[in-house]
């Protein structure tokens, strides 16, 4: 019979949240936790805690994925995309056992339910439910799960039409930001962030010795009847598309109405965030250190992307103005992944969701304080890859190309235009600043496209192109 650890490795390979692809995986170990089940009760439940080397070089050279596991006598055919294995289970007396993904497992599931809405202790094992102000959701404690397909990094299922829980796959030691900013955001009474309903927090075996402790999964309100911000907003696109002979503003589906009331929410949500978790200053000499780090990633983008290079001199400039910036900047914690695959469009209005900031970084880069200009940077540059997306379709059209540009400029001014409302200030004059981080977060963008779509490396090159003639 092949070894639990090569059963391990080989399901976890396969898995879309396993974030060592592109180099040799070796899983080295498997720690588990206390059962979150009852004594002698199938399926046992607890979560695994699984050990791999991290690509060569990197900073940190173990990482650990959270693997939830069901064990049952007997297999369970519905079950055979989540087997992990089969082996002789020590901890349940030498049974013969086979393991299963528990999030798969709607027998498992109720497991966590329970514990995050009772607020169990276990043995290395914390669950914290969350109450905000006048407003309190009851989940059903006989909700059935059902694990969503879209999550990439993390796995996230729904109980009932309620709630929805978010369970991190890649762990690390410290506070996950989604966890603390959006925790804080539904304590303060937010409206502008699903409701936090509570949270599992965990400790796990230190390669090498000791003990991390760190935060498991995530649970909050499910926006049953919401549309995400690209889905909302590239249907709005089509429908431009679709009319020859009319400008973005005479099509029906105009977005630029709810481009500014999601300015306006993000400002809100800003304004929120700096009175919860407080804010500084970056100071002149902070601004020569972050410049410096954009142009490395100019240099290293430009190396491995040849399209990039010949836009390299005009993307640095907007660096060094920003190294030559004098103005202290206001910083604060903010989202620092945002997108529109980042907001939901409710009856209420706009959303903002997943708070755990970029996931190539560290946690304690995801958790520094930041600009809310790289937020809106991020977002300007989101409402251009949602009008230049669909342009696949459309290859060599010149007045299709020109109306996806009229899209995206109509959509950034009215975003901005209602962050201003919001916030008394114009992220546009701060022109150094917005510069920079577009220019960044497009290097970004031509680095993740030359390796995961080259067919939408045209969308970076092209707003490349265009900053870099920007004086």
């Known amino acids: 019979m092949t070894s639990n650890l090569d059963q391990v490795q080989s399901f976890c390979a396969n898995q879309r949240w396993f974030g060592e692809k592109g180099h040799d995986v070796h899983v080295d170990a498997m720690a588990t936790s206390v059962w979150l089940s009852d004594e002698g009760a199938w399926p046992a439940v607890r979560i695994g805690f699984v050990y791999c080397a991290g690509p060569p070089g990197a900073e940190n050279a173990i990482r650990v994925y959270q693997l939830p596991l069901s064990y049952h006598p007997t297999p369970v055919e519905n079950l055979a995309h989540a087997l992990i294995g089969d082996w002789e289970e020590q901890d349940l007396g030498d049974t013969r056992v086979w393991v299963y993904d528990a999030l798969h497992d709607k027998e498992a599931t109720p497991y966590w339910l329970d514990a995050i809405t009772h607020g169990r202790r276990l043995d290395g094992l914390e669950f914290h439910p969350v109450h905000a102000p006048e407003r309190a959701t009851v989940v059903p404690d006989d909700a059935q799960s059902l694990v969503l397909t879209v999550e990439q990094s993390n796995t996230s299922l729904v109980f009932g039409d309620t709630a929805l829980l978010k369970v991190f796959r890649r762990l690390e030691p410290g506070s996950n930001p989604g966890v603390e900013i959006e925790s804080a955001l539904t304590e303060a009474g937010s409206e502008l962030v699903p409701e936090v309903l509570g949270s599992a927090r965990g400790s796990w075996p230190r390669a090498g010795g ?106 640095a400039r907007a660096f060094d103005a920003l190294a030559a910036y004098d103005v202290p900047v206001p910083v604060q914690r903010i989202h620092g992944d945002f997108h529109l695959g980042q907001v939901l469009r409710t009856i209420e209005g706009w959303k903002l969701i997943d708070f755990e900031g970029e996931p190539a970084k560290s946690l304690v880069e995801r958790r520094a304080l930041d600009t809310p200009i790289k937020d809106i940077a991020g977002m300007l540059r989101s409402f251009d890859y949602a009008a230049r997306s669909l342009l696949a379709d459309h290859q060599g059209d010149q007045q299709i190309a020109y109306r996806a540009a009229e899209w995206a400029n109509r959509n950034r001014r009215a975003f901005c235009d209602g962050y201003a409302e919001v916030a008394g200030a114009d992220p546009r004059d701060q022109g150094v600043l917005l510069s920079a981080f577009l220019a960044d977060k497009v290097i970004y963008e031509t680095l993740y496209e030359a390796r995961n779509r080259p067919t939408w490396l045209p969308i970076p090159l092209a707003a490349a192109a265009q900053l870099s003639t920007t004086e």
């Open 210 to 315: 000791g003990t991390d402790t760190g935060d498991l999964a995530m649970m909050t309100v499910f926006e049953k009847n919401a549309t995400d911000g690209w889905s909302y907003a590239t249907t709005s696109v089509r429908d431009l598309y679709a009319e020859a002979d009319l400008h973005a503003e005479e099509v029906g589906g105009d977005f630029a109405a709810e481009s500014q009331r999601l300015g306006a929410s993000t400002a809100q949500v800003h304004a929120e965030l700096a009175k919860a978790l407080g804010a500084d200053v970056w100071e002149p000499s902070q601004m020569v250190e972050h410049a410096a780090a954009m142009k490395r990633r100019l240099e290293k983008a430009a190396a491995a992307v040849p399209e990039l290079a010949e836009y390299a001199d005009g993307l």
